[in-house]
């Protein structure tokens, strides 16, 4: 596995101007540092070359002027019926995009994101007509250089089945999907998809599959191609559906890939180690631009997801731990996305030493600390005898306690963060006492 993140690492500073590995930047948190330093991250720490945001936020356009990073910006779903005004669409140019560029580098207006599954027919039926709205109305701002899109979810095909039979879903083929493909066609702008294998169906039954780690495969007996994992599947798969509809020619880029890092009782495989198999993989295939059986020496514009965990977004809890580096700017893992050298997964630092324990902050409430004892003591792995009557560090039988042990005990064993939701803190003072050793 190392020599996996070595190679990684040593490729991605070769090719870094070429791959196109960009980062999607949410901002559902309320500990996230600010835009410009953000950006000056991004140029200074990090290979990525192109960020994608959720919304417009100028705030966030101007950190990044002047920063040569591209930057996409993404129109909420609630305003694409009111977009296919042209009217409308000239306005909001106007106001979210000409005063920003080409200081700041926008490359795509995103509209919308994933439609079709929120099952909105306003949305769905008004997607394809405010798609050209736009791009009308860029064209006519003098910006034909920023291209319009929209991602799409890959709950897009009719059923789950090898790569060269897959379709897109009936009723939707020919009335939805064609007309964005002509679009794309047309205004040379590429379609995008957010493969997850993350949330495939029967996940526990073909995780090794899920995270290219060894596996028996699966067999396309109509193209003779054996897929050793999902993500190249998944790729063919929206490939082939394109093909069959007579767009094969059109660009595939990938909106959004990634992995959680945690999650609760509910979310088993949302853990540290296959967010770096799967993340680590990725990033090698598009460095390398491997592509896919159907597509070899393909590579793919992506944007992994995501940069910052979100402690704000709603939800399981699985659903805020998505990111790669911390709020400190120090990385959760790396898979060869820094520019410091680092080419191996690295825990966040400061690293364990003899001087350094976790411990909760002040004022971090008894759920907050409820809920990290039981990841720390359940998913997180960690030995919590010492806490359990009879032991050691039972007394005091506070959950304050008992809940700076375990967070302790996960910082020290694992060599992992101490964010925990950012509950967390580092300190050099010893907490052990009495007959209870703090690791």
């Known amino acids: 596995m190392a020599a996996i993140f070595l190679l990684v690492g040593i490729l991605l500073q070769l090719f870094t101007t070429i791959t196109g590995i960009g980062v999607n930047y949410g901002m559902t948190a309320d500990n996230l540092p600010s835009p410009s330093v953000v950006a000056n991250f991004l140029k200074t720490q990090t290979i990525f070359d192109s960020v994608k945001l959720f919304d417009a936020n100028p705030d966030v356009l101007r950190a990044f002027t002047n920063t040569g990073i591209s930057v996409s910006v993404t129109i909420g779903n609630g305003d694409i019926p009111g977009l296919t005004n042209t009217v409308t669409a000239r306005r909001w140019v106007e ?207 992506t944007y992994m997801f995501a940069l910052f965990n979100e402690n704000q977004k709603p939800g399981p809890l699985v659903e805020k731990y998505w990111g790669m580096i911390n709020p400190d700017l120090t990385p959760i893992y790396d898979v060869g996305v820094l520019r410091n050298g680092q080419s191996t997964p690295t825990p966040t630092t400061p690293a364990p030493s003899g001087k350094n324990f976790c411990v909760p902050k002040v004022d971090v409430s008894n759920a907050q600390l409820q809920s990290n004892l039981d990841y720390a003591c359940g998913q997180g792995g960690v030995d919590c005898t010492p806490i359990q009557p009879g032991g050691a560090c039972y007394e005091p039988n506070t959950l304050r306690s008992h809940a700076a042990f375990a967070m302790n005990a996960y910082y020290r064993t694992k060599g992992l963060s101490c964010y925990f939701a950012g509950n967390g803190q580092i300190t050099t003072v010893e907490p052990s006492y009495g007959n209870c050793r703090y690791l």
């Open 95 to 301: 106001q979210h995009i000409s005063p920003f560029h080409p200081q700041t580098k926008i490359k795509y207006v995103f509209v919308g994101t994933e439609v079709l599954f929120w099952k909105n027919d306003d949305w769905t039926n008004n997607l394809v007509p405010a798609m050209r709205s736009v791009h009308y109305a860029l064209v006519k701002a003098g910006l034909p250089e920023i291209k319009v899109t929209t991602a799409h979810a890959l709950n897009i095909f009719r059923r789950e089945t090898i790569p060269s039979l897959m379709r897109f879903m009936v009723g939707y083929d020919q009335s939805f999907f064609a007309p964005i493909l002509q679009f794309h066609q047309r205004t040379k702008s590429p379609f995008m998809v957010n493969p997850y294998p993350y949330f495939s169906p029967d996940l526990s039954k073909r995780l090794n599959y899920a995270l290219f780690k060894p596996n028996s495969g699966v067999y396309d007996k109509y193209t003779r191609k054996t897929y050793t994992n999902m993500f190249d599947a998944l790729m063919d798969s929206t490939y082939t559906a394109m093909k069959a509809l007579g767009y094969g020619n059109v660009e595939i880029a990938i909106g959004e890939t990634g992995w959680p890092t945690q999650g609760d009782a509910t979310s088993p495989f949302a853990t540290l180690e296959n967010a770096i198999s799967y993340n680590g993989h990725v990033v090698k295939e598009i460095v390398l631009g491997k592509g896919t059986p159907l597509m070899p020496n393909r590579t793919f514009e």
